[in-house]
């Protein structure tokens, strides 16, 4: 389950049909783009170059930040990543 809230986005995993209270994720921020831009079905490349674009960091940062939240939302099953070419 998830819910914006003014501007943090709430994550609430639901296990076997009841939501896990003990276990509740905010997002904020760059987290919280990534996982709005996550709605356009957007490439692991491309998730990268927008974050360069919208929040002025470098390639490689992004990249790395990138790659550690979408690891943090796989470990939760927020998210499954699917590997490409």
């Not at 919208?54 to 990249?63: I, L, N, T």
Request: proline share 1%; charged share 35%; hydrophobic share 40%.
């Amino acid at each position: 389950m998830s819910r914006l809230i003014g501007d943090e986005f709430i994550l609430v995993p639901v296990r076997h049909d009841v939501a896990d209270l003990e276990s509740v994720y905010t997002l904020t921020g760059t987290g919280l783009r990534i996982w709005e831009l996550m709605d356009e079905r957007l490439t692991g490349h491309e998730l990268r170059e927008r974050i360069v674009e919208e929040f002025e960091v470098g390639d490689k940062e992004a990249e790395e930040d990138l790659v550690q939240f979408l690891r943090q939302l796989e470990e939760i099953n927020g998210v499954v990543v699917i590997e490409g070419d």
